[in-house]
């Protein structure tokens, strides 16, 4: 008997990264030794301070419905929070609060894309742009990167790749898969190429700002000529290790705030109101309560480098921000490893699960094929252990 789904859910792709995790939690049922370094999730548990905050709101009884653009008092601690961190200037009404930053992402794609739209995705970029962008039946266009670029496009390439139909670029940086971060005079370059076409509106993904190992990164918004047409994007789940707790939040031009509420209050209403009330807590504290989790980060970051150097026809860059490294493994195409022809990504990806037990990510869903993406947000002796294996199997 026929399965009359739509059409909308037949050609959207599967995530990846969760298909890869889903796979590794099955293959650990079965008793096998899986490291998983596919999930971009802190292995850290939440801060306490933070998780008092949720236990007093349960004990304070909050247990309703919450406002769909979140609580005022959140929304107050957002814009101060923007303020302090960001040089942002949000009023409350600016600001929507959302169940994850994906949410939040779909939100603003949804308010302003229409069927046949153009949406630039310099890549790589996280595998959920381009699924959100074929949900409201637009098109991406990819801007391709290499190592030797540290994975950034120029200003020539942006210019290059506008057309009428273009109606938004995403930005995310620091940038999952590849931890590049961009500079204020990279992002003002590419800035002054988008003075040139008022239309396009920039979606700015900032979810690892606080996970940075040189200078603090730089909100697009920030540029003055800018600001009228950016979206920000951030929330909690990464830096704060809240990634279950689902929040996430925009700051954008007033306009679109009440866009995305309205959208919100037929999809999913307003977000959980333990974590929201959490979420207060974590945003009012000093972005130097969390650096602990930041300084090991970067510990891990040297750690696999250098481990990962070791491996002949890797190659690498070196991640400035969040917890990925996307090494380049085309070294490898043509090859046979372990009686199987390597052609792609994938098939490099797939044998490291099946062979030695470490879970990747083909770079392919991120639009970088000739990439995986390594998470090293496991611990050190699970990264070590990782890349003894992957060593193991590729040398």
Request: aromatic share 8%.
């Given at each position: ?120 995705l310099p890549a790589p970029y996280w595998v959920s742009y381009s699924a959100i962008v074929t949900l409201c ?132 209403s307003g977000t959980n109101c333990i974590a929201q009330r959490a979420t207060i807590t974590a945003l009012n ?111």
């Amino acid at each position: 008997m026929p399965k009359p789904l739509s059409d909308r859910i037949k050609t959207l792709p599967s995530s990846q990264t969760l298909a890869m995790a889903a796979k590794a939690r099955e293959l650990k049922e079965q008793g096998k030794d899986i490291i998983s370094l596919s999930l971009g999730e802190p292995d850290f548990n939440t801060p306490d301070y933070i998780k008092e905050a949720a236990v007093e709101a349960i004990n304070e009884n909050y247990n309703s419905y919450t406002p769909v653009n979140g609580y005022k008092d959140l929304r107050k601690a957002i814009s101060k929070k923007f303020k302090r961190d960001n040089n942002l200037t949000y009023s409350i009404d600016q600001i929507v609060v959302s169940t994850g930053a994906k949410q939040s992402i779909a939100n603003t794609a949804m308010v302003l894309l229409n069927p046949g739209d153009e949406v630039i995705l310099p890549a790589p970029y996280w595998v959920s742009y381009s699924a959100i962008v074929t949900l409201c039946e637009a098109k991406y266009v990819e801007i391709p990167t290499t190592i030797e670029s540290d994975f950034k496009i120029t200003p020539q390439q942006l210019e290059a790749a506008i057309t009428p139909k273009t109606k938004m670029i995403f930005f995310n940086s620091p940038n999952n898969p590849s931890g590049t971060v961009y500079s204020e005079e990279e992002f003002r370059a590419l800035a002054k190429v988008l003075e040139k076409h008022p239309n396009i509106y920039i979606l700015s993904d900032e979810i690892y700002e606080l996970i940075n190992y040189g200078k603090p990164s730089f909100s697009f918004a920030a540029i003055d000529s800018m600001y009228d047409r950016t979206i920000t994007i951030n929330g909690v789940a990464k830096a704060f290790a809240m990634t279950g707790w689902r929040v996430g939040y925009i700051g954008a031009p007033e306009w679109i705030a009440k866009a995305c509420t309205k959208m919100q209050g037929q999809i999913t209403s307003g977000t959980n109101c333990i974590a929201q009330r959490a979420t207060i807590t974590a945003l009012n504290a000093p972005p130097s309560k969390i650096k602990f989790m930041v300084d090991e980060f970067k510990i891990r970051r040297d750690l696999i480098l250098k481990l990962l150097s070791k491996i002949k026809g890797l190659k690498t860059n070196v991640p400035q921000g969040a917890f990925y490294v996307l090494p380049d493994v085309s070294y490898f195409f043509g090859k046979t490893i372990k009686g199987k022809t390597i052609q792609n990504a994938s098939d490099i990806s797939m044998l490291l699960l099946e062979e030695v037990n470490v879970a990747t990510v083909t770079g392919e869903a991120f639009g970088a094929p000739t990439c995986i993406r390594i998470s090293y947000s496991a611990s050190q002796d699970d990264i070590i252990k990782a890349v003894k294996r992957i060593t193991e199997v590729l040398t």
